[in-house]
């Protein structure tokens, strides 16, 4: 898998946008970026992937920068169960060792 | 809805105690997976599977055995628990491997005393 660099925490006021940077400049061309949380003591959850096109969905928006070595998740109206770590990941292609780091521990304060 | 079930939720055991978790789906998914996660860290993948009677190793497997006799179930076996494996254990699964997307169950906690 491709390295991500995450920072360890970032805090967030209810109702503003989250916006959570991940680096991943070893990416490979045909590597997708991943996202997961982790809500305390619950299974990893799926948020969003893409390739190189920005990607939106009904929980997120991802963010590629063009030479696709950093990332962005947004959560655009950050609620208090956003609260949760969050996983940035750069799969290896046909590599079934999805490796989870330590992740961005977002706090949503009221 | 079932989705991907796992028991116990919760388990305590002594060391030198033989240990069966169990993971069930009900998608008909290829590919399972058993990963830890120790206390405040990141998920380390222990074994997995991409079809039935087929798996592999992942990061960290010593002192586990899996089988994978019917597609839908992936149970992970400590033959000799120890205290080092006391941690909540996660499986997941998804239908082509590689990378795709992974569906988690809610883990199961162990405790080895």
């Known amino acids: 898998d491709a390295k991500t660099t995450q920072p360890t925490s970032m805090d967030c006021a209810e109702g503003r946008a989250a916006n959570l940077p991940c680096n991943h400049s070893?990416?490979?061309?045909?590597?997708?970026v991943y996202w997961y949380r982790q809500i305390h003591s619950q299974g990893p959850q799926y948020i969003i992937h893409?390739?190189?096109n920005n990607e939106t969905n009904e929980m997120a928006s991802l963010i590629i920068t063009e030479d696709r070595k950093s990332s962005t998740l947004i959560l655009p109206h950050a609620t208090l169960r956003d609260t949760a770590v969050y996983y940035c990941?750069?799969?290896?292609?046909?590599?079934?060792?999805?490796?989870f780091g330590a992740g961005t521990r977002l706090t949503v304060k009221p | 809805d079932a989705g991907i079930t796992q028991s116990p939720r919760y388990k305590i055991t002594e060391t030198g105690r033989q240990v069966t978790l169990m993971c069930h789906q009900t998608?008909?998914?290829?590919?399972m997976f058993w990963y830890r996660q120790d206390l405040g860290h990141g998920l380390r993948l222990i074994y997995y599977?991409?079809?039935?009677?087929?798996?592999d190793k992942g990061e960290v497997p010593d002192g586990y055995v899996v089988s994978r006799s019917k597609t839908e179930n992936f149970p992970l076996t400590l033959e000799s628990a120890t205290r080092s494996q006391t941690s909540v254990y996660f499986c997941?699964?998804?239908?082509f491997g590689g990378g795709e997307t992974q569906y988690f169950g809610p883990g199961t906690r162990l405790l080895v005393l």
């Open positions: 997941a699964s998804t239908q």
């Open positions: 070893t990416i490979s061309g045909n590597e997708y």
């Open positions: 893409g390739l190189k």
């Open positions: 990941i750069v799969p290896s292609y046909n590599n079934n060792d999805m490796r």
């Open positions: 998608w008909s998914h290829s590919y």
């Open positions: 599977s991409a079809a039935a009677d087929i798996t």
